[in-house]
Protein backbone atom coordinates (compact mmCIF):
# COMPACT_ATOMS: atom_id res chain seq x y z
CA UNK A 1 0.00 0.00 0.00
CA UNK A 2 1.21 3.75 -0.89
CA UNK A 3 1.34 5.28 2.53
CA UNK A 4 1.94 9.36 3.07
CA UNK A 5 2.67 10.35 6.40
CA UNK A 6 2.23 14.65 6.93
CA UNK A 7 4.35 15.59 10.33
CA UNK A 8 7.85 14.00 11.02
CA UNK A 9 7.22 14.63 14.97
CA UNK A 10 7.26 11.80 17.72
CA UNK A 11 4.23 10.35 15.90
CA UNK A 12 4.61 10.70 12.16
CA UNK A 13 8.28 9.64 12.42
CA UNK A 14 7.32 6.25 14.33
CA UNK A 15 4.52 5.57 12.35
CA UNK A 16 5.97 5.68 8.87
CA UNK A 17 9.06 3.83 9.69
CA UNK A 18 6.84 1.41 11.57
CA UNK A 19 4.76 1.16 8.35
CA UNK A 20 7.28 0.96 6.06
CA UNK A 21 8.69 -2.04 8.13
CA UNK A 22 5.92 -4.15 7.23
CA UNK A 23 6.04 -3.56 3.51
CA UNK A 24 4.56 -0.25 2.98
CA UNK A 25 6.12 2.10 0.48
CA UNK A 26 5.40 4.85 2.75
CA UNK A 27 6.64 8.86 2.12
CA UNK A 28 6.98 11.82 5.41
CA UNK A 29 6.86 15.19 4.44
CA UNK A 30 7.66 18.19 6.61
CA UNK A 31 7.67 21.80 5.90
CA UNK A 32 11.01 21.59 7.90
CA UNK A 33 13.73 21.31 4.82
CA UNK A 34 16.70 20.70 7.29
CA UNK A 35 14.56 18.53 9.20
CA UNK A 36 14.29 16.26 5.80
CA UNK A 37 17.91 16.60 5.09
CA UNK A 38 18.69 15.25 8.15
CA UNK A 39 16.62 12.47 8.24
CA UNK A 40 17.34 11.69 4.53
CA UNK A 41 20.57 11.20 5.61
CA UNK A 42 19.50 8.82 8.12
CA UNK A 43 19.76 10.63 11.53
CA UNK A 44 16.72 10.44 13.16
CA UNK A 45 15.32 14.12 14.64
CA UNK A 46 14.08 12.35 18.21
CA UNK A 47 15.82 9.78 20.32
CA UNK A 48 13.50 6.52 20.42
CA UNK A 49 15.56 2.98 21.52
CA UNK A 50 15.46 0.84 18.15
CA UNK A 51 14.02 3.71 15.60
CA UNK A 52 17.65 4.75 14.23
CA UNK A 53 18.32 0.81 13.15
CA UNK A 54 14.74 0.22 11.87
CA UNK A 55 14.28 3.95 9.84
CA UNK A 56 17.99 2.94 8.04
CA UNK A 57 16.99 -0.46 7.20
CA UNK A 58 13.83 1.03 5.34
CA UNK A 59 15.63 3.42 3.46
CA UNK A 60 17.76 1.58 2.14
CA UNK A 61 15.29 -1.26 1.21
CA UNK A 62 13.60 1.60 -0.43
CA UNK A 63 10.45 1.70 1.48
CA UNK A 64 10.73 4.80 3.49
CA UNK A 65 11.09 8.28 1.78
CA UNK A 66 11.25 12.13 3.02
CA UNK A 67 10.35 14.72 1.45
CA UNK A 68 9.02 18.49 2.03
CA UNK A 69 6.63 18.19 -1.75
CA UNK A 70 3.48 17.52 0.23
CA UNK A 71 1.88 17.16 -3.29
CA UNK A 72 3.55 14.96 -4.86
CA UNK A 73 3.33 12.75 -1.78
CA UNK A 74 -0.60 12.93 -1.53
CA UNK A 75 -0.96 11.96 -5.26
CA UNK A 76 0.85 9.34 -5.24
CA UNK A 77 -0.85 8.21 -1.44
CA UNK A 78 -3.37 6.02 -0.94
CA UNK A 79 -3.90 6.89 2.15
CA UNK A 80 -2.68 9.76 3.81
CA UNK A 81 -2.00 10.31 7.62
CA UNK A 82 -1.94 13.69 9.15
CA UNK A 83 0.45 14.02 12.02
CA UNK A 84 1.01 17.03 13.31
CA UNK A 85 1.26 19.09 16.27
CA UNK A 86 -1.68 20.04 18.33
CA UNK A 87 -0.39 21.82 21.18
CA UNK A 88 -2.39 23.58 23.73
CA UNK A 89 -3.57 27.15 23.56
CA UNK A 90 -3.78 29.62 26.06
CA UNK A 91 -7.12 28.50 27.05
CA UNK A 92 -6.29 25.00 27.26
CA UNK A 93 -7.73 23.74 23.91
CA UNK A 94 -6.08 22.09 21.44
CA UNK A 95 -4.39 24.66 18.95
CA UNK A 96 -5.74 23.16 15.44
CA UNK A 97 -3.93 25.51 13.31
CA UNK A 98 -1.64 22.82 11.99
CA UNK A 99 -3.96 20.15 11.09
CA UNK A 100 -6.35 22.38 9.41
CA UNK A 101 -3.73 24.16 7.17
CA UNK A 102 -2.52 20.58 6.22
CA UNK A 103 -6.47 19.69 5.93
CA UNK A 104 -6.64 22.46 3.10
CA UNK A 105 -3.17 21.88 1.41
CA UNK A 106 -4.57 17.94 1.14
CA UNK A 107 -7.41 19.06 -0.35
CA UNK A 108 -5.55 21.06 -2.82
CA UNK A 109 -3.25 18.20 -4.52
CA UNK A 110 -6.09 15.39 -4.37
CA UNK A 111 -6.13 13.93 -7.76
CA UNK A 112 -8.46 11.05 -6.82
CA UNK A 113 -10.12 9.50 -3.74
CA UNK A 114 -8.67 9.16 -1.00
CA UNK A 115 -8.29 8.05 2.98
CA UNK A 116 -7.43 10.97 5.00
CA UNK A 117 -6.12 9.82 8.72
CA UNK A 118 -6.10 11.91 12.15
CA UNK A 119 -3.15 10.32 14.04
CA UNK A 120 -3.23 13.63 15.63
CA UNK A 121 -4.46 13.63 18.97
CA UNK A 122 -7.28 15.91 18.33
CA UNK A 123 -10.79 17.15 20.08
CA UNK A 124 -14.24 16.08 19.24
CA UNK A 125 -15.46 17.20 16.04
CA UNK A 126 -12.29 17.76 14.33
CA UNK A 127 -12.63 14.76 11.86
CA UNK A 128 -16.26 17.09 10.69
CA UNK A 129 -13.80 20.38 10.54
CA UNK A 130 -11.34 18.51 7.76
CA UNK A 131 -13.93 17.00 5.82
CA UNK A 132 -15.13 20.51 5.74
CA UNK A 133 -11.83 22.18 4.67
CA UNK A 134 -10.70 19.35 1.89
CA UNK A 135 -14.25 19.83 0.66
CA UNK A 136 -13.65 23.45 -0.38
CA UNK A 137 -11.13 22.83 -2.20
CA UNK A 138 -11.69 19.09 -4.26
CA UNK A 139 -14.34 17.46 -5.80
CA UNK A 140 -12.48 13.93 -5.68
CA UNK A 141 -14.05 11.92 -2.91
CA UNK A 142 -12.53 11.83 0.66
CA UNK A 143 -12.89 9.60 3.17
CA UNK A 144 -12.16 10.47 7.32
CA UNK A 145 -10.83 8.15 9.76
CA UNK A 146 -10.20 9.01 12.97
CA UNK A 147 -6.83 6.87 14.21
CA UNK A 148 -5.61 8.11 18.03
CA UNK A 149 -2.25 6.44 18.63
CA UNK A 150 -1.23 4.96 22.52
CA UNK A 151 2.39 5.21 22.00
CA UNK A 152 4.45 5.19 24.89
CA UNK A 153 7.99 7.33 24.65
CA UNK A 154 10.83 4.87 25.04
CA UNK A 155 8.61 1.96 23.54
CA UNK A 156 7.35 3.66 21.42
CA UNK A 157 8.63 1.36 18.17
CA UNK A 158 7.60 -1.93 20.53
CA UNK A 159 4.08 -0.48 20.64
CA UNK A 160 3.63 0.10 17.51
CA UNK A 161 4.48 -2.93 16.01
CA UNK A 162 2.73 -4.51 18.72
CA UNK A 163 -0.25 -2.43 19.69
CA UNK A 164 -2.63 -3.31 22.52
CA UNK A 165 -5.24 -2.10 20.46
CA UNK A 166 -6.06 0.20 17.34
CA UNK A 167 -8.79 2.28 17.23
CA UNK A 168 -10.29 3.20 13.99
CA UNK A 169 -13.19 5.77 14.00
CA UNK A 170 -14.93 5.96 10.13
CA UNK A 171 -18.49 5.38 9.35
CA UNK A 172 -16.99 4.68 5.78
CA UNK A 173 -16.80 0.81 4.73
CA UNK A 174 -14.21 0.78 2.11
CA UNK A 175 -11.94 3.14 4.68
CA UNK A 176 -12.47 0.20 7.02
CA UNK A 177 -11.49 -1.94 4.97
CA UNK A 178 -8.32 -0.60 3.88
CA UNK A 179 -7.32 0.14 7.65
CA UNK A 180 -7.69 -2.92 9.05
CA UNK A 181 -5.75 -4.69 5.86
CA UNK A 182 -2.77 -2.13 6.84
CA UNK A 183 -3.20 -2.51 10.66
CA UNK A 184 -3.83 -6.52 10.43
CA UNK A 185 0.66 -7.70 10.75
CA UNK A 186 0.67 -5.34 14.09
CA UNK A 187 -1.91 -7.58 15.81
CA UNK A 188 -1.48 -11.31 14.79
CA UNK A 189 -1.55 -12.45 18.07
CA UNK A 190 -5.45 -11.39 18.10
CA UNK A 191 -5.19 -8.01 20.14
CA UNK A 192 -8.80 -6.01 18.59
CA UNK A 193 -8.63 -3.09 15.42
CA UNK A 194 -12.21 -1.51 17.36
CA UNK A 195 -13.94 -0.08 14.69
CA UNK A 196 -16.39 3.44 15.71
CA UNK A 197 -17.37 6.64 15.23
CA UNK A 198 -14.88 9.69 14.48
CA UNK A 199 -16.23 11.44 17.51
CA UNK A 200 -16.35 7.83 19.69
CA UNK A 201 -12.22 7.63 18.47
CA UNK A 202 -11.52 10.99 19.19
CA UNK A 203 -12.83 10.89 22.38
CA UNK A 204 -11.28 7.63 23.41
CA UNK A 205 -7.74 9.13 22.95
CA UNK A 206 -8.07 11.61 25.36
CA UNK A 207 -10.54 9.38 28.21
CA UNK A 208 -7.37 7.10 28.03
CA UNK A 209 -4.30 9.11 28.51
CA UNK A 210 -6.95 11.23 31.28
CA UNK A 211 -7.33 7.89 32.92
CA UNK A 212 -3.74 7.11 33.16
CA UNK A 213 -3.05 10.58 34.77
CA UNK A 214 -5.26 10.26 37.29
CA UNK A 215 -3.99 7.15 38.31
CA UNK A 216 -0.14 8.46 38.38
CA UNK A 217 -2.37 11.87 40.55
CA UNK A 218 -4.21 9.23 42.90
CA UNK A 219 -0.94 7.24 43.99
CA UNK A 220 1.08 10.88 44.23
CA UNK A 221 -1.72 12.08 46.38
CA UNK A 222 -1.27 8.32 48.78
CA UNK A 223 2.53 8.61 49.05
CA UNK A 224 2.31 12.59 50.01
CA UNK A 225 -0.64 11.00 53.14
CA UNK A 226 1.98 8.18 53.86
CA UNK A 227 4.60 10.61 54.48
CA UNK A 228 2.55 12.10 56.69
CA UNK A 229 1.06 8.93 58.76
CA UNK A 230 4.05 7.02 58.52
CA UNK A 231 3.40 4.33 55.99
CA UNK A 232 5.09 2.71 53.23
CA UNK A 233 3.18 3.41 49.89
CA UNK A 234 5.37 0.64 48.36
CA UNK A 235 3.20 -2.05 50.67
CA UNK A 236 0.33 0.10 49.97
CA UNK A 237 1.08 0.00 46.01
CA UNK A 238 1.35 -3.88 46.23
CA UNK A 239 -1.70 -4.72 48.56
CA UNK A 240 -3.86 -2.71 46.04
CA UNK A 241 -2.44 -3.35 42.71
CA UNK A 242 -3.30 -7.16 43.60
CA UNK A 243 -6.29 -6.25 42.87
CA UNK A 244 -7.05 -7.26 38.82
CA UNK A 245 -9.97 -4.09 39.02
CA UNK A 246 -7.15 -1.83 39.69
CA UNK A 247 -4.31 -3.40 38.12
CA UNK A 248 -0.34 -3.02 38.18
CA UNK A 249 0.30 -0.43 35.56
CA UNK A 250 1.22 3.80 36.32
CA UNK A 251 0.93 3.66 39.85
CA UNK A 252 4.12 4.57 40.90
CA UNK A 253 4.84 7.39 42.99
CA UNK A 254 7.05 10.42 41.79
CA UNK A 255 7.37 14.09 41.12
CA UNK A 256 4.35 14.03 38.25
CA UNK A 257 4.07 13.55 35.18
CA UNK A 258 5.17 15.73 32.04
CA UNK A 259 6.11 15.03 28.62
CA UNK A 260 3.94 16.00 24.87
CA UNK A 261 0.74 14.01 26.07
CA UNK A 262 -0.53 14.16 29.69
CA UNK A 263 -0.43 18.05 30.74
CA UNK A 264 -2.02 18.61 26.68
CA UNK A 265 -4.53 15.95 26.80
CA UNK A 266 -5.95 17.06 29.86
CA UNK A 267 -6.02 20.18 29.29
CA UNK A 268 -7.90 19.53 26.17
CA UNK A 269 -10.14 17.16 27.18
CA UNK A 270 -11.26 20.18 30.73
CA UNK A 271 -11.86 22.81 27.73
CA UNK A 272 -14.01 20.32 25.65
CA UNK A 273 -15.65 19.38 29.03
CA UNK A 274 -16.50 23.37 29.73
CA UNK A 275 -17.22 23.91 26.23
CA UNK A 276 -20.43 21.63 26.53
CA UNK A 277 -21.19 23.05 30.19
CA UNK A 278 -19.71 19.83 32.28
CA UNK A 279 -16.79 20.39 34.62
CA UNK A 280 -14.92 17.28 34.41
CA UNK A 281 -13.79 17.65 38.57
CA UNK A 282 -12.13 13.87 38.93
CA UNK A 283 -9.98 15.32 35.99
CA UNK A 284 -9.56 18.95 36.96
CA UNK A 285 -8.49 17.58 40.55
CA UNK A 286 -6.15 14.80 38.92
CA UNK A 287 -4.26 17.78 37.38
CA UNK A 288 -4.12 20.01 40.30
CA UNK A 289 -2.79 17.27 42.47
CA UNK A 290 -0.15 16.98 39.63
CA UNK A 291 1.03 20.64 39.72
CA UNK A 292 1.45 20.63 43.47
CA UNK A 293 3.45 16.97 43.27
CA UNK A 294 5.95 18.87 40.85
CA UNK A 295 6.48 21.00 44.29
CA UNK A 296 7.36 17.88 46.54
CA UNK A 297 10.93 17.51 45.78
CA UNK A 298 11.76 21.05 46.48
CA UNK A 299 9.78 21.40 49.29
CA UNK A 300 11.62 17.96 51.00
CA UNK A 301 14.89 19.69 50.04
CA UNK A 302 14.14 22.92 51.38
CA UNK A 303 12.46 21.37 54.93
CA UNK A 304 15.71 19.28 55.42
CA UNK A 305 17.82 22.07 54.91
CA UNK A 306 16.00 24.71 57.11
CA UNK A 307 14.35 26.06 54.50
CA UNK A 308 14.73 27.96 51.11
CA UNK A 309 16.76 30.48 52.25
CA UNK A 310 19.13 27.68 53.38
CA UNK A 311 19.57 26.58 49.96
CA UNK A 312 21.80 29.52 48.82
CA UNK A 313 25.10 28.12 48.13
CA UNK A 314 24.07 24.47 48.54
CA UNK A 315 25.41 22.03 45.61
CA UNK A 316 22.78 19.67 44.24
CA UNK A 317 23.52 16.68 41.94
CA UNK A 318 20.60 15.29 40.01
CA UNK A 319 20.42 12.60 38.18
CA UNK A 320 18.06 12.88 35.59
CA UNK A 321 16.42 15.66 33.36
CA UNK A 322 14.44 13.85 30.84
CA UNK A 323 10.51 13.89 31.95
CA UNK A 324 11.17 9.98 31.87
CA UNK A 325 13.50 7.66 31.05
CA UNK A 326 14.60 5.93 27.27
CA UNK A 327 13.77 9.60 25.94
CA UNK A 328 15.03 13.82 25.82
CA UNK A 329 11.90 14.47 26.18
CA UNK A 330 11.96 17.47 28.40
CA UNK A 331 8.30 18.84 28.06
CA UNK A 332 6.69 19.45 30.84
CA UNK A 333 9.28 18.00 32.55
CA UNK A 334 9.34 17.66 36.87
CA UNK A 335 13.54 18.12 36.53
CA UNK A 336 12.35 22.11 35.66
CA UNK A 337 10.33 22.84 38.44
CA UNK A 338 12.74 21.53 40.83
CA UNK A 339 15.62 23.22 38.74
CA UNK A 340 13.64 26.36 38.85
CA UNK A 341 13.21 26.68 42.57
CA UNK A 342 17.18 25.19 43.11
CA UNK A 343 18.65 27.84 40.88
CA UNK A 344 16.52 31.26 41.90
CA UNK A 345 17.41 29.69 45.69
CA UNK A 346 20.83 30.17 44.72
CA UNK A 347 22.16 26.75 44.51
CA UNK A 348 24.73 25.75 42.59
CA UNK A 349 23.00 22.47 40.41
CA UNK A 350 25.18 19.50 38.35
CA UNK A 351 23.39 17.43 36.21
CA UNK A 352 23.85 14.17 34.42
CA UNK A 353 21.14 12.90 31.87
CA UNK A 354 22.29 9.65 29.31
CA UNK A 355 20.49 11.34 26.56
CA UNK A 356 18.47 15.00 27.38
CA UNK A 357 21.48 17.37 27.75
CA UNK A 358 20.78 19.42 24.66
CA UNK A 359 16.90 19.38 25.03
CA UNK A 360 17.83 20.43 28.84
CA UNK A 361 19.56 23.38 27.96
CA UNK A 362 16.84 24.69 25.09
CA UNK A 363 13.77 23.86 28.10
CA UNK A 364 15.41 26.24 30.43
CA UNK A 365 15.56 28.47 28.29
CA UNK A 366 12.19 28.03 27.34
CA UNK A 367 11.18 27.89 30.43
CA UNK A 368 12.88 31.33 31.80
CA UNK A 369 15.76 29.52 34.03
CA UNK A 370 18.85 31.17 34.12
CA UNK A 371 21.73 28.24 33.85
CA UNK A 372 24.44 30.45 35.47
CA UNK A 373 24.63 27.50 38.12
CA UNK A 374 23.62 25.12 36.26
CA UNK A 375 26.36 22.61 35.00
CA UNK A 376 25.95 19.59 32.59
CA UNK A 377 28.22 16.56 33.97
CA UNK A 378 29.68 13.80 31.91
CA UNK A 379 28.96 11.01 34.75
CA UNK A 380 26.40 10.54 37.37
CA UNK A 381 29.44 9.86 39.67
CA UNK A 382 30.59 13.54 38.86
CA UNK A 383 27.73 15.20 39.74
CA UNK A 384 28.59 14.16 43.50
CA UNK A 385 31.57 16.23 43.76
CA UNK A 386 31.62 17.59 46.93
CA UNK A 387 27.73 17.76 46.40
CA UNK A 388 25.12 18.54 49.40
CA UNK A 389 22.57 16.28 48.12
CA UNK A 390 21.50 13.96 45.84
CA UNK A 391 18.62 14.07 43.94
CA UNK A 392 17.12 11.63 41.82
CA UNK A 393 14.92 12.77 39.24
CA UNK A 394 14.61 10.46 36.37
CA UNK A 395 14.48 6.16 36.81
CA UNK A 396 17.34 5.66 33.71
CA UNK A 397 18.15 1.49 34.31
CA UNK A 398 21.75 2.91 35.01
CA UNK A 399 20.91 4.11 38.31
CA UNK A 400 19.68 1.57 39.51
CA UNK A 401 22.57 -0.48 41.53
CA UNK A 402 24.95 2.65 42.08
CA UNK A 403 28.21 2.26 43.91
CA UNK A 404 27.11 3.65 47.44
CA UNK A 405 29.84 3.59 48.99
CA UNK A 406 31.75 5.81 46.26
CA UNK A 407 28.72 8.05 46.29
CA UNK A 408 29.54 8.73 50.00
CA UNK A 409 33.08 9.62 49.22
CA UNK A 410 32.55 11.82 46.84
CA UNK A 411 29.36 13.98 48.62
CA UNK A 412 29.94 16.78 50.79
CA UNK A 413 27.32 15.30 53.01
CA UNK A 414 25.31 11.89 51.97
CA UNK A 415 21.95 12.87 51.71
CA UNK A 416 19.50 11.23 48.56
CA UNK A 417 16.21 12.75 47.63
CA UNK A 418 14.77 9.20 45.82
CA UNK A 419 11.83 10.88 43.21
CA UNK A 420 11.48 7.90 42.07
CA UNK A 421 11.86 5.61 45.08
CA UNK A 422 14.47 3.36 43.15
CA UNK A 423 16.55 2.26 45.85
CA UNK A 424 15.69 0.30 49.09
CA UNK A 425 15.37 2.85 52.66
CA UNK A 426 17.07 0.44 54.84
CA UNK A 427 19.85 -0.69 52.45
CA UNK A 428 20.64 2.73 52.11
CA UNK A 429 20.43 4.22 55.53
CA UNK A 430 22.60 1.44 56.34
CA UNK A 431 25.38 2.68 53.88
CA UNK A 432 25.36 6.08 55.82
CA UNK A 433 22.84 8.02 54.04
CA UNK A 434 19.74 9.96 55.18
CA UNK A 435 17.24 9.39 52.69
CA UNK A 436 14.11 10.81 51.90
CA UNK A 437 11.57 8.88 49.38
CA UNK A 438 7.84 9.70 47.99
CA UNK A 439 6.10 8.01 50.77
CA UNK A 440 8.87 6.09 52.12
CA UNK A 441 10.56 5.98 55.56
CA UNK A 442 13.94 3.43 56.15
Given at each position: ??????????????????????????????????????????????FEPGLKELMNKNQEEKRLNFTTNLTLAVQDSDVIFMAVGTPSSVDGSADLSAVLKVSADVGKAMNGSKIIVNKSTVPV??????????????????????????????????????????????????????????????????????????????????????????????????????????????????????????????????????????????????????????????????????????????????????????????????????????????????????????????????????????????????????????????????????????????????????????????????????????????????????????????
Open positions: MKVAVIGTGYVGLVAGTCFAETGNDVTCVDIDPAKIAKLQSGTPTIGTAKKVAAIIAEHTKHPVHIVSNPEFLKEGSAIDDFLKPDRVVIGTDNEQAWLTMKELYDPFVRQGNPIIRMSNVSAEMTKYAANAMLATKISFINEIALLCDLVGADVESIRAGITSDVRIGKHFLYPGPGYGGSCFPKDVKALLKTGKDFGLPMQVIHAAEEANDRQKQVLGEKIAKHFGGTNALKGKTFALWGLAFKPNTDDMREAPSLVLLKKLLEAGSQVRAFDPIAHETALEAMKTYGIKTDNFHLSESAYQTLEAADALVLVTEWNEFRNPDFTKMKTLMRTPVIFDGRNLWKPDSVSKKGFTYYGMGRKP
